[in-house]
């Protein structure tokens, strides 16, 4: 589902984010991307996102070549990619139905089709009963459950999140990444970002390490692989 081949990301001044960055995540594969501020987390979901291009090597989703993407194809190719953030990044004058709504009504699926994946969505993360309420009236672990229903309910093929539970507490952590695990379970690519190792320990799913650009470690997380976890 995502393949990087050698991939290097060079910005002005000649600094280098990313470095010969090879691997490859398959479909209902979930797997953690860590590494120290700075590392190239960022650059890297970017270059995913089309938000950025490689400057060498190849990045390809869904079997497709990105830096062949034409600029008028990047909304086709963003539409198969739900991403999480990890400010939710909710809208506050409309309701939580609306907020989960907004990607399928930007890529015009009717009105009754609509409301059957809305509730879907919200179905799958415990919100079907707040549908019609703001989301300010809603608690942190509930805002990012929100972002997670619009970030799924296109039924994207491969899901995308950053820090999504940089301010939740551990239980509700673990909780999101619960849901995380068990949309990769239905055929779903999960990547999350995350620098909590704590929580990548308890989950023991693959872990992608940066150090300085350069990918570190690819496997399950270090202490576990040692015996120390």
């Known amino acids: 589902?995502?393949?990087?081949?050698?991939?290097?990301?060079?910005?002005?001044?000649?600094?280098?984010?990313?470095?010969?960055?090879?691997?490859?995540?398959?479909?209902?594969?979930?797997?953690?991307?860590?590494?120290?501020?700075?590392?190239?987390?960022?650059?890297?979901?970017?270059?995913?996102?089309?938000?950025?291009?490689?400057?060498?090597?190849?990045?390809?989703?869904?079997?497709?070549?990105?830096?062949?993407?034409?600029?008028?194809?990047?909304?086709?190719i963003r539409r198969h990619?739900?991403?999480v953030f990890q400010d939710h990044q909710?809208?506050?004058d409309r309701t939580v139905f609306?907020?989960?709504?907004?990607?399928?009504?930007?890529?015009?699926?009717?009105p009754n089709e609509i409301g059957r994946r809305v509730r879907a969505a919200l179905d799958k993360v415990g919100l079907l009963k707040k549908e019609q309420l703001n989301?300010?009236?809603?608690?942190?672990?509930?805002?990012?459950?929100?972002?997670?229903?619009?970030a799924v309910v296109n039924k994207p093929p491969l899901l995308l999140a950053d820090e999504p539970t940089g301010n939740l507490d551990p239980a509700l952590s673990s909780e999101i990444m619960d849901l995380f695990r068990e949309f990769?379970?239905?055929?779903?690519?999960?990547?999350?970002a995350t620098h909590d190792i704590g929580l990548i320990e308890t989950m023991?799913?693959?872990?992608?390490e940066l150090s300085q650009g350069e990918l570190v470690h690819d496997g399950l997380p270090a202490a576990l692989e040692t015996g120390h976890g």
Do not use: W
């Not at 990769?184 to 999350?192: P, T």
């Not at 023991?204 to 992608?208: I, N």
């Open 81 to 83: 990619i739900g991403v």
């Open 135 to 150: 989301p300010i009236s809603l608690s942190g672990g509930e805002q990012q459950r929100v972002g997670i229903a619009r």
């Open 1 to 76: 589902m995502i393949e990087f081949r050698q991939v290097t990301k060079r910005y002005e001044q000649q600094f280098t984010a990313l470095r010969g960055v090879s691997f490859a995540l398959g479909r209902g594969e979930m797997a953690f991307l860590t590494g120290h501020s700075g590392a190239g987390k960022s650059t890297l979901l970017k270059l995913i996102m089309l938000m950025e291009r490689a400057t060498a090597g190849q990045v390809l989703v869904g079997g497709q070549a990105l830096e062949k993407t034409p600029r008028r194809r990047i909304p086709y």
């Open 204 to 208: 023991a799913q693959r872990t992608l």
């Open 98 to 110: 609306d907020n989960v709504a907004m990607p399928l009504q930007v890529t015009g699926v009717p």
């Open 184 to 192: 990769s379970r239905v055929g779903v690519c999960v990547m999350v």
């Open 90 to 92: 909710l809208l506050f």
